[in-house]
């Protein structure tokens, strides 16, 4: 996965932990799924509440806003 990681990487689609890590083995998030859906789909962010557990301050929350602005 070497290669398809450094790819996402450079296209800023994947950015790794905190730490500057990848976990390949980890099962992947709600939050980390939407801004790879999002980043790769090149769209907008946009603010919307679509789940009570996401707060505005969190990391993920333009990015779940967005993907599932679409559904909801």
């Known amino acids: 996965g070497y ?3 450094n790819e996402l990487t450079e296209k800023e689609i994947l950015s790794g932990y ?8 980890n099962n992947i998030t709600r939050a980390e799924f939407a801004k790879i859906l999002v980043c790769t789909a090149g769209e907008e ?3 919307k509440n679509v789940f009570s557990d ?3 301050d969190d ?3 333009r990015y779940i806003g967005t ?3 679409f559904y909801i």
């Open 45 to 47: 962010l946009i603010d």
């Open 18 to 25: 905190p730490d500057g890590t990848f976990k390949p083995d």
């Open 67 to 69: 993907i599932f602005s």
């Open 3 to 5: 290669e398809a990681i």
């Open 54 to 56: 996401v707060e505005p």
């Open 59 to 61: 990391w993920c929350y």
